[in-house]
């Protein structure tokens, strides 16, 4: 009797045996009727319907796998139901590992394991079919070979690895039974293990490889096995040991499906791994002493936004003299001037200085598109590399740096309204890009764009979503309620929030922003009133000054704030003496909050002090000072100063009018420091020409 025969005469104890029609149930993954390549596949399977039902996990027969042609069975590990998060699922395990053979597999869910919502049992098998064809199945037993010997031979001095050495060959004990050889060259001289080792070079190579066959015997392994070394010489340094670790398979290329033996297949075939071990013969590279002491501004944390940024500054040890500045081509292949480089320190009588300028060519600034590699190499004065930074066991000469640049991104423009447009109201905004590509929301930045009503608090009006793209993806609308206050609006678009182009020649484009003029309906906010005005001001208005001033200081009641857009200064003017009512500009001079946070006062500071006698006038123009109504509204509405205007008279005296306690005084400079000590009345009347401090009152001497 077969098994399905058995399992035909198993009843289900409490099961009405009746005609009724059981739900239908299906796999949900993976799918029946296709071909896997892996039986891992098979490990968790999904089980679903359109109606409730539920698993038996104590039904007597469990759900189970076999074989079409060898009967081969793989029995389920586990048969139960699961709540996922409020979803019931209904999930079968079986192990991957116990799938010995490819072929065609069928699931077979037997009666009895499954109930419905009315308490009846499937009375029939339901049956999966499944296609297995695993490539690490089948493989068979492959005989174990031993290596016999090799050229160059074990313990083999070497200059270098590459062109120089060409092949190696071997002859093993069975060179018929071997298809495919894996090999890696290491440094081991600072240990074996994977985390001292220095990887150089690998490859491969197959008894049967139409990819590599040039058309003649030479490239068969028809007269003992080998491996094509290929590539650039690569130095094999004196003193280092180097280990050629290899793996002999009996599985290799296979012409009808163009595939290489995975990992998986090599072990499973594999007749012998061993390894062979080479001696350095080449001089190691000496060093110049000097190093990279730094590179200004840091390249990891510089981005070049527009062409004035494209430069930086390298400076070493010693001096030196750079041979190289080039930059890497599409995926690094081949080189190319990056630009030009001149001394940034005094150079000595050969050229040769401590620190160098680097300047980027525009031409390379303006084609970029993210990064710009970059290669760097100089030498001392006795022709001596610096050491680079790669971190190589043999030579490096090179010190590479990534910069960041995106000047050559696609430009944005916008359609409707265009960049500058004055519209009645403001309810949609289309853009595209210069040379109308395919844009697609690029997801690298968490900044969205947005619309900005200009002014000096820069309000945010409207957080945007994502925008709608046009059928062929060239045109991004973003549609919002109508903006009717009349003012200026700006969108801003983050960096790297669309991705420009298609395929490979993609862009992500810069920081932008548009502007817009809106003429509403609804007029601005309101109005501005001139009547913010300081509480004190350090000196009164037409105030006569006996000495000389150095700064003015306006206080407000309540927290004020100054124009930064731009700043706008305070002026001071002299009378013309030879010509009554005319003042000649001295200086303008900007303010500094002496708060930052609650900014009530403000100083302005004369360059130097005013000491030169005469009527002097001390003007700031109109809403300099604001308060926070007028900075929210951008101007639109709240308080502001007026014109503000001190007069005032400088009145220095001179040395005969001091007057001294006891006959002697200190004399102090404009800067507080001492002059004199017990200064007598003719040692004062000597003071050079000056502003001097005596008895806390300033005099001058002419």
Not at 241 to 263: E, H, M, S, V, W
Request: proline letters at 5%.
């Amino acid at each position: 009797m077969t098994f399905k025969s058995l399992l035909t005469t198993v009843m289900v104890a409490g099961a009405s045996i009746s005609a009724y029609a059981f739900p239908t149930i299906t796999v949900s993954y993976p799918t029946p009727g296709a071909t896997y390549n892996s039986a891992q596949y098979f490990d968790n399977i999904t089980l679903g319907s359109t109606e409730e039902f539920s698993i038996v996990s104590d039904c007597k027969i469990k759900p189970y796998f076999e074989n079409s042609e060898t009967g081969n069975m793989v029995a389920c590990t586990k048969f139960e139901d699961m709540d996922f998060y409020g979803d019931l699922l209904h999930k079968l395990e079986f192990d991957s590992q116990d799938f010995k053979e490819n072929g065609e597999w069928v699931l077979t869910l037997p009666s009895g394991c499954f109930k419905d919502a009315a308490g009846n049992f499937n009375e029939k098998d339901i049956e999966f079919q499944y296609v297995l064809a695993d490539p690490n199945l089948g493989l068979g037993e492959y005989p174990q070979i031993t290596l016999i010997s090799s050229n160059p031979a074990n313990g083999a001095s070497l200059p270098y690895w590459g062109e120089y050495v060409g092949k190696v060959t071997f002859k093993t004990s069975d060179d018929a039974a071997v298809n495919y050889i894996d090999w890696f060259l290491w440094d081991i001289t600072y240990g074996e293990d994977a985390s001292s080792r220095v990887y150089i070079r690998q490859g491969n190579e197959s008894r049967i490889d139409v990819n590599r066959t040039f058309g003649d015997d030479s490239d068969q392994w028809e007269n003992g096995l080998f491996i094509n070394v290929g590539g650039a010489n690569e130095k094999l340094i004196e003193g280092h040991t180097y280990r050629l670790a290899l793996k002999f398979c009996g599985i290799g290329y296979d012409p009808a499906t163009n595939q290489y033996p995975t990992p998986q297949q090599q072990e499973a075939s594999l007749e012998l791994e061993t390894y062979i071990d080479f001696k350095g013969q080449s001089k190691g590279t000496e060093y110049s002493p000097y190093v990279v002491e730094s590179v200004m501004p840091d390249p990891e944390e510089y981005e070049i936004d527009n062409l004035e940024m494209g430069m930086f500054t390298v400076t070493y040890s010693g001096p030196v003299k750079p041979t190289t500045f080039v930059y890497s081509q599409g995926q690094g292949i081949g080189t190319a001037s990056a630009g030009t480089f001149e001394p940034a320190s005094e150079p000595d009588a050969a050229g040769y200085a401590t620190a160098w300028d680097f300047k980027f060519d525009e031409s390379l600034l303006k084609g970029s598109t993210g990064t710009i590699s970059v290669t760097i190499e100089a030498v001392d004065a006795d022709g001596l590399p610096v050491k680079g930074n790669g971190g190589y066991s043999t030579d490096d000469f090179e010190y590479h740096m990534d910069w960041t640049c995106n000047l050559g991104a696609d430009v944005l423009v916008s359609v409707d309204p265009a960049n500058g447009e004055t519209v009645k109201s403001l309810s949609s905004i289309t853009i595209t890009t210069e040379a109308k590509k395919e844009m697609n929301l690029a997801y690298l930045t968490i900044e969205r764009p947005f619309i900005t009503k200009m002014g000096r608090a820069g309000e945010v009006s409207i957080d945007l979503g994502e925008p709608v793209f046009s059928e062929d993806g060239k045109q991004a609308t973003w549609t919002f309620d109508p903006i009717t206050i009349s003012g200026t609006y700006s969108l801003i678009i983050p960096k790297n929030y669309f991705i420009i182009g298609s395929e490979m020649m993609t862009t992500y484009n810069n920081q932008t922003s548009f502007v817009y003029i809106v003429e509403g309906d609804e007029p601005p906010h309101g109005s501005v009133t001139e009547d913010l005005e300081p509480v004190k001001v350090s000196i009164e208005d037409n105030e006569t000054i006996d000495g000389a001033l150095d700064s003015i200081v306006l206080t407000f009641a309540d927290v004020t704030y100054i124009s930064f857009d731009p700043i706008v200064a305070g002026s001071l003017y002299r009378e013309n003496p030879d010509n009554k009512g005319d003042y000649l500009l001295v200086e303008e001079v900007e303010p500094v909050d002496n708060d930052f946070f609650n900014p009530t006062e403000y100083t302005y500071t004369f360059t130097q002090p005013v000491t030169e006698p005469g009527d002097y006038k001390f003007s700031i123009p109109a809403r300099a000072f604001f308060d926070g109504t007028y900075d929210e509204t951008g101007g639109e509405e709240g308080h502001a100063s007026p014109e503000l205007v001190y007069n005032f008279k400088i009145k220095v005296s001179g040395v005969e009018s001091v007057e001294v306690e006891n006959g002697v005084a200190t004399v102090y400079d404009i800067a507080g420091r001492v002059i004199l000590s017990n200064a007598d009345a003719a040692q004062i009347k000597a003071l050079a020409a000056g502003v001097y401090i005596i008895n806390g009152k300033k005099y001058v001497v002419k």
